[in-house]
């Protein structure tokens, strides 16, 4: 199976900031690469798609890119609403295998 | 809109069974693969089962497979998941979701999940 390692597991950053999370993959996924948000309680909500697509809906102070084995998901200027936790997830090696990464938790400092 | 609502979830006994279901709305259902996809208290994202649109391709994780049973009914836009031979480490939060996906030389490959329900908790214990 392959492995996605996100790091930092946890960030505290304030309103404003320009923050990045890393999703690396064991081997390479070409750009199979996808980010979801979670709040507390909540189902997760599509970020982004194949490493860089912005799902509709989706505030353009988030992006992603990267391609092969590394990733990143960039929030531009950080809103109170953004805290949450942030999971990668691959597609490349389906059926069946889809991973996620652990998460990154995203606290205000 | 899209609208996805779990039933189903609640106490079991480990070794016992519990069928969740998934009721679709707003959205072609017929159209769309569909998954399972977990989360035990405090901990990450699982992936679980998913069915093909027809319910002719189906796949299991590794650590539900021989247990669980993924199926569909399309006349009643509804996806179930029959789970047997409950564990303990089956205790989670259990989403279904849409999946959206794309066709390489394999066939119609999952990529990504774009509506997701907002879960239903199975807790396995004694």
């Known amino acids: 199976d392959i492995q996605m390692t996100q790091s930092p597991s946890s960030l505290s950053a304030s309103v404003g900031d320009r923050v990045t999370i890393t999703c690396r993959a064991s081997?390479?996924?070409?750009?199979?690469l996808n980010w979801y948000q979670q709040k507390p309680g909540k189902a997760p909500k599509l970020l982004i798609y194949?490493?860089?697509s912005l799902q509709s809906g989706v505030p353009s102070r988030f992006s992603g890119s990267g391609s092969g084995t590394d990733f990143t998901l960039t929030i531009s200027s950080l809103q109170p609403e953004d805290f949450a936790t942030y999971y990668c997830?691959?597609?490349?090696?389906?059926?069946?295998?889809?991973?996620f990464g652990q998460g990154t938790r995203l606290e205000i400092k | 809109q899209v609208q996805l609502v779990e039933s189903g979830g609640g106490l079991v006994k480990p070794g016992g069974s519990l069928r969740l279901s998934c009721a679709a709305s707003?959205?072609?259902?017929?159209?769309?693969?569909m998954s399972w996809i977990r989360q035990a208290p405090g901990k990450g994202l699982e992936w679980v089962s998913y069915?093909?649109?027809?319910?002719?391709?189906?796949y299991y994780a590794d650590s539900v497979k021989g247990r669980f049973t993924i199926s569909r009914d399309n006349a009643k836009n509804s996806l179930y998941l029959q789970m047997n031979s409950l564990r303990a480490e089956d205790t989670a939060v259990y989403y279904c979701?849409?999946?959206?996906?794309?066709?390489?030389?394999?066939?119609?490959?999952?990529?990504?999940?774009?509506?997701w329900g907002q879960g239903t908790l199975v807790t396995v214990s004694s």
């Open positions: 979701a849409r999946a959206m996906g794309y066709y390489d030389s394999s066939g119609y490959e999952i990529d990504y999940f774009d509506y």
């Open positions: 707003g959205f072609t259902f017929s159209d769309y693969y």
């Open positions: 069915i093909s649109s027809s319910g002719s391709t189906i």
């Open positions: 081997q390479s996924i070409s750009s199979y």
């Open positions: 194949a490493a860089s």
């Open positions: 997830q691959q597609s490349y090696s389906t059926p069946p295998g889809i991973t």
